[in-house]
């Protein structure tokens, strides 16, 4: 809950330096765990979609972020 009120609100919360899985994680929790695509997801982070999908997409686990299957 803190995390989400206090500090997901900052400017600095998700920045440049952040690696991807770490923003994208973070982008998840300020974003109250909403789903978004690839292309929504670049552009808060401020990371290329391709990006974004290659790591979502892999096999690899990076961090707890993995690959969804339906």
């Known amino acids: 809950?803190?995390?989400?009120?206090?500090?997901a609100v900052q400017d600095d919360f998700?920045?440049?330096?952040?690696?991807?899985?770490e923003?994208?994680?973070r982008l998840?929790?300020?974003n109250g765990n909403v789903p978004l695509t690839a292309m929504e997801i670049a552009e808060k982070v401020?990371?290329?979609p391709?990006?974004?999908l290659r790591m979502l997409s892999?096999?690899?686990v990076y961090r707890g972020v993995?690959?969804?299957l339906s």
Not at 1 to 7: E, G, P, R, W
């Open 58 to 60: 892999g096999r690899r």
């Open 1 to 7: 809950h803190v995390l989400i009120t206090k500090y």
């Open 66 to 68: 993995r690959a969804y």
């Open 23 to 25: 923003a994208i994680f």
């Open 28 to 30: 998840f929790l300020a």
């Open 46 to 48: 401020g990371r290329s």
């Open 50 to 52: 391709q990006v974004i």
């Open 14 to 21: 998700i920045t440049q330096e952040t690696s991807v899985t």
